[in-house]
């Protein structure tokens, strides 16, 4: 009920806001003004100005927290997506759009497996856990990155299921300097095996 009485003060700030500098033109114009060859409508945007100013610092017209969200949510370097239930997407992050290669931005409020399907078997092996880790993949050759996947299951206020959060972050870097370290690990062992067979064989000839 709160929230309906704010909105309403919302609209009527809003709509005072619009109508003042105009009526005052009107009157004005039509010659019905108070005085006759005095325009009020500077002074009708004075008022334009208060009253947005009431209306955004008093009845909150701009939601300050809502904005923060977003900017938190989208400023986010790890891919986001907000699952309800039902495993429809209620919300993502531009992040887990660039890492899921979609083109456009998907619609909310489509099942996951329709927008992403490479992430619907993990889903299923998600269910019946509150936490569920792995690794992905996509592509192949040079163009292959990895990602750590989290599916995180999300409760309401009476600990009731809600939803699924899941959370990608890159380490194609991580996994490149892997392979990298693997294989001078590799060339190194190499070397020294073929350094002690040389050495057991001069000493076979001795």
Known sequence: LGSVRLYSWQVRMA??????PWLLNVLYVSGQGPMEYLDLTPFGFVITGLL???SLFRFQLVN????AHEQIFEGQADGL???DSRDYVVDLNFAAQ???AAGTRPRIGQPLH???PQLAPWLEQASGTSEFHTEITRGEGTDEQFFDMHISALSG???EPI???????EITEHKQEQARLEQVVSERTEELRQTVERLLEELARR
């Open 15 to 20: 709509l005072l806001a619009i109508v003042v």
């Open 52 to 54: 947005l100013s009431i």
């Open 64 to 67: 300050v927290p809502h904005i």
């Open 81 to 83: 997506i907000v699952l």
């Open 98 to 100: 660039r890492m899921l």
């Open 114 to 116: 329709r927008i992403f």
């Open 157 to 159: 206020t009476h600990a």
């Open 163 to 169: 939803g699924r959060l899941i959370v990608l972050h």
